[in-house]
């Protein structure tokens, strides 16, 4: 099984930039993918970014579209979320997941290990 770990939550300012990692514990990435989801008080955990390991395709919701880019380093066993233009509403505990398989799925359930999470809060 593959553990994600994740790293690199914090406070920022609206309109600032935060970037998220996810390493792998255990095993190595090469046979999946890797998610992002995020979770708000009161709200769902609602789907961020996917990538499938092996091809490099990625998955965004529209919400992060265009300021939001997840990226993986082979080197490392690391994936990165680049987070841009933050917005009040980007506020969640954000989780790193991981499905085997490479399609960039978007349902929670479809995946398979989670980390512990991580906070990003953006201040208006």
């Known amino acids: 099984q593959v553990q994600p770990v994740e790293s690199g939550g914090g406070l920022v300012q609206a309109g600032g930039s935060l970037r998220l990692s996810c390493a792998a514990s255990?095993?190595?990435?090469?046979?999946?993918?890797v998610g992002w989801f995020r979770q708000a008080p009161g709200k769902e955990r609602e789907f961020v970014a996917a990538?499938?390991?092996?091809?490099?395709?990625?998955n965004y919701a529209e919400p992060v579209k265009g300021r939001f880019t997840i990226s993986r380093d082979n080197g490392k066993n690391t994936v990165y979320l680049q987070m841009n233009s933050l917005k009040p509403e980007d506020t969640a505990v954000y989780y790193c997941?991981?499905?085997?398989?490479?399609?960039?799925?978007?349902?929670?359930?479809?995946?398979?290990?989670w980390g512990q999470g991580t906070q990003v809060t953006v201040s208006s």
């Open positions: 997941t991981t499905r085997r398989g490479v399609e960039c799925k978007t349902n929670p359930y479809e995946y398979d290990y």
């Open positions: 255990g095993r190595t990435f090469s046979l999946y993918t």
């Open positions: 990538i499938s390991w092996r091809s490099g395709i990625t």
